[in-house]
C-alpha cells in the first residue's frame, strides 16, 4: 500500500458496524466484497445525486447495495439482479437488519435475460459488477435505461492490473473483456465517460445523448 492510500485509509473513519460485519464475511466467505474505497465513493454519488432509481448487476452479499440503500431517499428503489439465490438470501437479511429492505427488489435471474425486458426507465444510476465477460452487453441494455445526466458505475476496470499489463498469449478471458470494455466505455458516443484509480478502477460515465 502506498504512503497516501495508508493515509487515506488513517484518516476515513471505520464504516458503520453493520456493513463492517458485512465487509468481513465475506472477506471470509471469499465472496467479492466492493473495494472500501469504492464503496464510499458509490455512496458520495448517491447522496449528491439523491438518486432514487438505481438498478445493479451483481448483488452477491448486497455490501454495495447495503451502501447505496443507507445512501438514498427514503422512497427510494434498488432493483439488484444476481441469479445465485443462497448469496443474496444473506443479502436480504442485512438490507432487512438495517431497516432498507423495502427499498430493494431483488431479481434472482442472468443479468442478460433481465435486461433486454426491463421495464424501468429513466434510471438516476446504473451499476455494473457482475460477470466481466457480459460487460460489454450490460452496457448495451443499460443506456438506454438512463435518464439523460444518468450515471453508468462500474467496478473492476483495473482488474487487479491485469487490465493494464502488457498483453499475453494466455491472458484469461476476463482480462481479455475487460480491455474491450475500457475502450467501448471511454469511447461511447452517449456517454461523458472516465475511470477513476480507486480501488480496482471505477468507472463513472454520464449520459449525455
Not at 430493494?104 to 435475460?113: G, W
Request: aromatic share 6%.
Amino acid at each position: 500500500m502506498s504512503d497516501d492510500l495508508a493515509y487515506l485509509q488513517r484518516l476515513h473513519s471505520e464504516p458503520p458496524a453493520l456493513l463492517l460485519e458485512l465487509e468481513q464475511r465475506g472477506h471470509a466467505d471469499g465472496v467479492p466484497i466492493l473495494d472500501r474505497a469504492s464503496a464510499r465513493l458509490l455512496s458520495t454519488l448517491v447522496h449528491c445525486m439523491q438518486a432514487n432509481r438505481i438498478l445493479e448487476l451483481g448483488t452477491a452479499y448486497g455490501f454495495s447495495t447495503l451502501w447505496m440503500a443507507q445512501a438514498m431517499p427514503p422512497a427510494g428503489k434498488i432493483w439488484t439482479v444476481d441469479p445465485d439465490i443462497e448469496r443474496t438470501k444473506l443479502a436480504v437479511s442485512f438490507l432487512e437488519r438495517a431497516g432498507v429492505s423495502e427499498r430493494v427488489e431483488i431479481i434472482n435471474q442472468p443479468a442478460l435475460e433481465v435486461l433486454p425486458a426491463f421495464q424501468q426507465r429513466n434510471l438516476d444510476i446504473v451499476f455494473i459488477d457482475a460477470v466481466k465477460e457480459e460487460y460489454e452487453g450490460y452496457l448495451h441494455y443499460a443506456v438506454p435505461l438512463l435518464k439523460l445526466s444518468g450515471l453508468v458505475v462500474v467496478d473492476n476496470l483495473l482488474w487487479h492490473g491485469r487490465a493494464g499489463a502488457a498483453e499475453r498469449p494466455d491472458d484469461d478471458a476476463s482480462t481479455k473483456a475487460i480491455r474491450r470494455f475500457n475502450h467501448v466505455f471511454l469511447n461511447h458516443p452517449q456517454l461523458d465517460a472516465t475511470i477513476l484509480p480507486v480501488g480496482d478502477g471505477v468507472g463513472v460515465a454520464a449520459r449525455i445523448d
